[in-house]
């Protein structure tokens, strides 16, 4: 791995889609914001502006399946997601296992804040958060 990546994180949703970024030299990330979605579309210049501000070596998009690993309805729209940002923007972009990462983002902000820590965007954007982190703990494993 490239010392001092900067990667952006996305949670695909169709309703919502969390946004992180994260640095490879401290291997952590941070919540940005959360994007709204129409049936899984995004707004795509504000895509476009998160592209632009952060300049990312890598996109990392989180790929929803089972707990057994197979794939889900979910699973196919996020790969589309994903291809589409490398089509358009042209940055480097890899699917990350997000399996328990909503189940662990709700926890990670319970803990920061009770109940009034977990709102929607807000567990999107962590979400975001573990996919990059989960992407940092697979460079060394």
């Known amino acids: 791995m490239t010392m001092n990546q900067t990667v952006l ?11 992180a970024v994260g640095q490879s030299i401290t291997a952590s990330a941070s919540p940005l ?8 579309i995004p707004n795509w210049d504000e895509i476009e502006k998160l592209i ?9 998009v ?4 089972n707990m057994d690993g197979t794939e889900q309805d979910i699973t ?3 790969k589309k ?6 089509g358009r923007f042209g940055v480097k972009v890899l699917t990350q296992d997000e399996r328990l990462t909503t ?16 709102t929607k965007g807000q567990v999107d954007a962590v979400s975001a958060v573990l996919i990059i982190e989960s992407y940092f703990e697979n460079q060394y494993d």
């Open 9 to 19: 994180g996305f949670d695909y949703g169709t309703k919502s889609i969390g946004v």
């Open 33 to 40: 914001l959360a994007l709204k979605a129409q049936d899984g």
């Open 52 to 60: 632009k501000e952060w300049q990312p070596d890598l996109v990392v």
């Open 62 to 65: 989180g790929l929803p399946l």
């Open 76 to 78: 196919q729209r996020a």
């Open 81 to 86: 997601f994903a291809n589409r940002i490398s």
């Open 103 to 118: 189940a662990d983002a709700k926890a990670r902000l319970f803990e920061l804040g009770g109940y009034k820590a977990l």
